[in-house]
């Protein structure tokens, strides 16, 4: 019985772009235009518009690595910057302190003694799954670790689900996915799989929630 977890909102909680670092308002736009112009880069003075608006014309539910849309953001407004300086002001402006939700460790025993466990989340910020796995220390605790950004669509794309199937070896009609987000998760039913919303049940109450005989 293979079990796959999205990871924030449902195994951890973060909070990023915190006003303690300078920046006054904690807006992902106005975080990632504090790191742009530590790195020298030229912030338009329309920038949260820019930030907000679409620049690159991709297909539906497809996933925009965010260093990609800060970007082409800029260069709307005239603004060429380096793609490492661009990079590294995301990922720092996505910097997150991390805390896990209760149950996680009893959640990821339930599962792991029934079969392979995943990991599939949405996340478009570069590094921020692995440093939130660490932070939460939970690196290690997955079979296969798949992302929106990595895979190139997002929940409830088929795709991520797909794929993280493919990495457990397992078909995407038996994956139990165990997520926050009725929509973005409960794509796994489309593919003939099963929906745990831990709205509904929380992480401490998993185990009863999966049935089914442990195998190992």
Same mark, same amino acid.
């Given at each position: ?53 679409? #620049? ?100 409830? #794309? ?18 139990? #996915? ?39």
């Amino acid at each position: 019985m293979p079990v796959s977890f999205d990871l924030f909102g449902t195994l951890v909680t973060v909070s990023t772009a915190s006003p303690t670092r300078g920046v006054a308002d904690a807006s992902p736009a106005a975080a990632v235009a504090a790191e742009l112009r530590d790195r020298g880069v030229a912030v338009p003075a329309d920038w949260a518009t820019a930030y907000r608006t679409p #620049h690159l014309d991709v297909p539906e539910a497809a996933e925009i690595p965010l260093p990609a849309h800060v970007a082409a953001a800029l260069r709307s407004r005239g603004v060429e910057a380096s793609d490492t300086a661009v990079r590294r002001a995301v990922i720092a402006a996505f910097d997150p302190d991390v805390s896990r939700r209760p149950g996680v460790d009893a959640a990821l025993d339930a599962a792991r003694r029934r079969g392979p466990i995943g990991l599939c989340s949405n996340c478009s910020v570069p590094e921020l799954v692995p440093r939130t796995l660490v932070r939460a220390d939970l690196r290690g605790a997955f079979d296969a670790v798949v992302t929106s950004a990595a895979c190139g669509f997002r929940k409830p #794309h088929p795709c991520p689900f797909e794929t993280l199937a493919t990495e457990l070896g397992v078909d995407p009609a038996d994956l139990i #996915h165990v997520g926050d987000d009725p929509e973005a998760d409960g794509g796994i039913e489309a593919l003939g799989g099963r929906f745990v919303d831990v709205n509904e049940t929380p992480l401490t109450e998993l185990d009863d929630a999966l049935g089914g005989e442990p195998c190992r």
